[in-house]
């Protein structure tokens, strides 16, 4: 594909030829997934009853140096995965709207967006109706957006920090803070009402990191004055170092009920908050595990599951 031939499809801006090379993602051209099936942990609107259709791809623009994914980011070397067609990859889709899902799921496939558009047409073509969720880190650039928006219709987008310092220790790029304010304004222009219960417009996930209680505090200010009334916000608590090799300071009680306190004082009350005691669950997946995460949350779609196994 075109788009492949100097890929200019993330912030990254390589323009690698990746028919031939990896990009700054770790990836060449061909899909690689790490896991698909029913996922019930995710926001209730888009989990439904069964739970959302995930489809989880492997690589990423950024590196986050603590990423809970990193088996299959390419944080720490690992790219975990199985390639696929892209008319396989339409046949999982339509596996997944058969064994109930609520909506179709894509986590992080910002650098295959020309092949998830192919795989779109296909199953579209073969009856696929599913509303389809973005699940990205908000790391994006405007030309990738400009190219997958028509498909999608609800944005399921990070703003992981605003400080270029907590992006820095966190993303392992300063950067990050740079691009995602142009990518949150290009989406409120685009799509400037949101209907959760529909799934349409934006639900912005900001994670608090632990000892950057002040970003966050910057960040709920920021969203107050220019989002609130275009995005609904998921505010979450969960970050857990994956190796479990560094003593991070955990949340408060007091610091969570400044968060409340803050969001009351700011008049954001559109989202979701994470309770504390969610804390408990281990989020951290394993896909090397036909069901990476805990089992009352997952379910493998069969499909994936037969490719995964077929060698």
């Not at 009856?127 to 999608?152: A, K, R």
């Amino acid at each position: 594909m075109d788009e492949y031939r100097s890929c200019r499809l993330c912030p990254n801006d390589c323009r690698i030829d990746r028919r031939n090379a990896e990009g700054i993602c770790r990836q060449h051209d061909t899909v690689k997934i790490a896991w698909a099936g029913l996922h019930r942990g995710e926001e209730p609107p888009v989990s439904g009853e069964k739970g959302s259709g995930m489809i989880f791809f492997t690589g990423c623009p950024l590196h986050c140096q603590y990423c809970q994914n990193r088996q299959i980011s390419g944080s720490d070397g690992e790219n975990y995965g199985v390639e696929v067609t892209e008319e396989e990859l339409a046949m999982i889709m339509l596996s997944l709207a058969h064994i109930g899902a609520h909506s179709l799921n894509l986590v992080t496939g910002t650098h295959f967006i020309p092949s998830i558009i192919s795989a779109l047409d296909i199953a579209r073509a073969d009856g696929f109706t599913l509303p389809v969720v973005w699940n990205s880190s908000g790391y994006e650039s405007i030309h990738g957006l400009e190219l997958i928006d028509p498909y999608i219709d609800l944005y399921l987008l990070d703003c992981k920090t605003l400080s270029q310092k907590t992006a820095k220790n966190f993303c392992r790029t300063s950067c990050y803070a740079d691009a995602i304010i142009p990518v949150m304004d290009w989406i409120k222009k685009h799509h400037p009402c949101t209907d959760i219960g529909n799934l349409k417009g934006t639900l912005l996930r900001h994670l608090v990191f632990p000892g950057e209680l002040e970003s966050t505090y910057e960040f709920l200010r920021v969203f107050a004055a220019d989002y609130k009334d275009s995005f609904f916000l998921s505010l979450m608590t969960q970050f857990v170092p994956p190796l479990g090799d560094v003593d991070f300071p955990h949340l408060s009680e007091d610091e969570y009920d400044s968060l409340v306190y803050l969001m009351e004082d700011l008049g954001i009350d559109n989202g979701f908050m994470q309770d504390q005691s969610d804390d408990d669950i281990l989020w951290i997946p394993d896909f090397r595990k036909d069901v990476p995460f805990p089992q009352p949350f997952a379910d493998p779609d069969p499909v994936f599951l037969s490719i995964k196994h077929r060698s």
